[in-house]
């Protein structure tokens, strides 16, 4: 049997998609009994996450995008991989900024951990930037890591600072690096995300950068969703999953885009 997260991620994706769910559809999709259902629906409706009805459940406020924390076991051996590949690309001395997202978090572990980058005291060895209060929080521990965090109003949903706030300390800066998380990509829109206060900031973090790496498992491949956050020929290089057929990836080589598989 999955995980209760694993299950709850699965149930709120289904609620997003379809506006309300029957336990006994979900139990007959996910494999599990219905009466392990009803205690899933129960703990996201004690966590404000769903509404409970007879025989169900129908949405609360997520809309269309889930929690960061729901979002983390989707494809997780595919992020970590990528994660690293992209961490790969960055030399010490490097100023590298982040957006928040599942992959990005994993590219900021893996470069927090990197041997290399290590300097075994309190020099330091990398400077980050980002939007995101959940790597903030891990890389604050790390000596050899400078941590620029940009203001903001902060959105539950993703643990990202938003708005004018968010984006006024950008103008000042530069990056060598900048990897984006992206809730979808193709060759005609670009990189894409769910909300737009999201998409500005990541927008800005884009153009501040010397290089734009999108970090972004196959299942975000040509597709689109709301905002823009650039168009393709601001990226580039795509690091996506081994698993990604050509059919996704050959659009965006063709326009010019470096596409490393992970």
Same mark, same amino acid.
């Given at each position: 049997?999955?995980?209760?997260?694993?299950?709850?991620?699965?149930?709120?994706?289904?609620?997003?998609?379809?506006?309300?769910?029957?336990?006994?559809?979900?139990?007959?999709?996910?494999?599990?009994?219905?009466?392990?259902?009803?205690?899933?629906?129960?703990?996201?409706?004690?966590?404000?996450?769903?509404?409970?009805?007879?025989?169900?459940?129908?949405?609360?406020?997520?809309?269309?995008?889930?929690?960061?924390?729901?979002?983390?076991?989707?494809?997780?051996?595919?992020?970590?991989?990528?994660?690293?590949?992209?961490?790969?690309?960055?030399?010490?001395?490097?100023?590298?900024?982040?957006?928040?997202?599942?992959?990005?978090?994993?590219?900021?572990?893996? =470069? !927090?951990? /990197? @041997?290399?980058?290590?300097?075994?005291?309190? $020099?330091?060895?990398?400077?980050? #930037? &980002?939007?995101?209060?959940?790597?903030?929080?891990?890389?604050?521990?790390?000596?050899?890591?400078?941590?620029?965090?940009?203001?903001?109003?902060?959105?539950?949903?993703?643990?990202?600072?938003?708005?004018?706030?968010?984006?006024?300390?950008?103008?000042?800066?530069?990056?060598?690096?900048?990897?984006?998380?992206?809730?979808?990509?193709?060759?005609?829109?670009?990189?894409?995300?769910?909300?737009?206060?999201?998409?500005?900031?990541?927008?800005?973090?884009?153009?501040?950068?010397?290089?734009?790496?999108?970090?972004?498992?196959?299942?975000? =491949? !040509?597709? /689109? @969703?709301?905002?823009?956050?650039?168009?393709? $020929?601001?990226?580039?290089?795509? #690091? &996506?999953?081994?698993?990604?057929?050509?059919?996704?990836?050959?659009?965006?080589?063709?326009?010019?885009?470096?596409?490393?598989?992970?």
């Amino acid at each position: 049997m999955a995980a209760p997260q694993v299950r709850w991620s699965a149930l709120l994706e289904m609620l997003a998609r379809e506006g309300r769910i029957e336990v006994e559809t979900a139990a007959a999709e996910l494999g599990v009994s219905a009466a392990t259902i009803r205690r899933d629906l129960d703990e996201l409706a004690r966590q404000q996450m769903v509404t409970r009805t007879h025989g169900g459940a129908m949405v609360n406020a997520i809309a269309y995008d889930l929690p960061l924390r729901y979002k983390a076991a989707r494809n997780a051996p595919e992020k970590e991989r990528i994660a690293h590949a992209a961490a790969s690309l960055v030399k010490a001395g490097a100023v590298v900024g982040l957006n928040g997202g599942t992959t990005t978090t994993e590219v900021a572990r893996a =470069l !927090a951990t /990197r @041997a290399d980058l290590g300097s075994g005291g309190s $020099e330091i060895t990398l400077t980050i #930037v &980002t939007n995101a209060l959940n790597i903030a929080n891990e890389l604050v521990v790390r000596r050899h890591v400078k941590l620029v965090l940009t203001g903001g109003v902060a959105r539950p949903a993703s643990y990202e600072l938003i708005g004018p706030l968010a984006t006024e300390l950008l103008s000042q800066i530069t990056l060598d690096h900048v990897f984006i998380g992206v809730d979808a990509i193709d060759v005609t829109r670009g990189a894409t995300a769910h909300h737009e206060g999201e998409a500005s900031i990541n927008r800005a973090l884009a153009r501040r950068a010397q290089q734009v790496v999108v970090v972004a498992d196959s299942s975000k =491949l !040509a597709r /689109r @969703a709301f905002a823009r956050i650039c168009p393709v $020929e601001d990226i580039q290089v795509l #690091v &996506t999953d081994k698993n990604a057929p050509a059919a996704l990836t050959d659009p965006f080589a063709a326009a010019g885009v470096e596409i490393i598989r992970a």
